[in-house]
């Protein structure tokens, strides 16, 4: 494995024995909110439920606002998952699509 629970490897074309020697080079600590379990690249981070991020190449999970729904109008739009689809509309619920599944 190359990256441990909570990192996830940053370029997917380095050399396995150069991430062997120098880890903190390439595997870096997983965002906040996000779930990286070993062996994660930065396309696979898991974005969790509530949470929505623009592209499988962002770093950043935006917290899906209730916009005066109940408490969990946010988790129920913003499905989360591994797969950003086109324009982050992967981690919305069917229903939902756009910058933190609001349309």
């Known amino acids: 494995s190359f990256c441990m629970d909570g990192y996830y490897l940053q370029n997917t074309s380095a050399d396995p024995g150069d991430i062997f020697t ?5 595997c870096k600590s997983c965002p906040p909110n996000a779930d990286c ?3 994660t690249t930065r396309e696979g981070i898991i974005v969790p439920p509530g949470y929505w991020r623009a592209s499988s190449s962002s770093f ?3 917290k899906c606002r209730a916009f005066g729904g109940d408490d969990d109008a946010g988790s129920t739009r913003c499905v989360g998952g591994i797969s950003s689809g086109m324009d982050g509309d992967g981690y919305c619920n069917s229903l939902f699509k756009g910058p933190e599944c609001q349309l």
């Open 60 to 62: 950043v999970l935006t």
């Open 37 to 39: 379990p070993r062996n």
């Open 22 to 26: 120098s880890p903190t080079e390439y």
